[in-house]
């Protein structure tokens, strides 16, 4: 087991920035890619951002890319999501996963429980 809590979510305006966190509780966090995924009422789950387990590697869909940046420091056990230019399409449920470097969901076996993110025109 991997537990996965984020943080960080809320309201924004557009153009505004956020950024989002998500712990890890064990050092196998160290051993796994990681992604970030979104859903918004009534869509389905749309991949956002994939990392590698040593960060070499990151992946963007194409709607974020240029505008969200995923890091993360295994020292801390933490993955990172910053994301500026907000748009309100960008309102979602953020979750972060452990699994392999993949945009397809099913490829992580571990998930957090979701942070908010609102964004307002």
């Known amino acids: 087991q991997l537990p996965l809590v984020e943080s960080g979510g809320g309201w924004a305006q557009a153009g505004d920035s956020l950024r989002l966190s998500c712990a890890a509780s064990g050092r196998t966090f160290m051993s796994y890619a990681m992604g970030w995924f979104r859903q918004a009422p009534g869509k389905e789950r749309e991949f956002v951002a994939s990392?590698?387990?040593?960060?070499?590697?990151?992946a963007y869909a194409d709607s974020v890319k240029g505008r969200f940046t995923i890091s993360r420091d295994n020292a801390k056990l933490t993955l990172y999501l910053q994301m500026n230019s907000l748009k309100p399409e960008d309102t979602a449920v953020y979750y972060c996963a452990a699994g392999s470097m993949s945009n397809w969901w099913k490829e992580y076996n571990y998930w957090g429980q979701g942070t908010q993110a609102t964004v307002s025109s």
């Open positions: 990392i590698s387990w040593n960060g070499g590697r990151t």
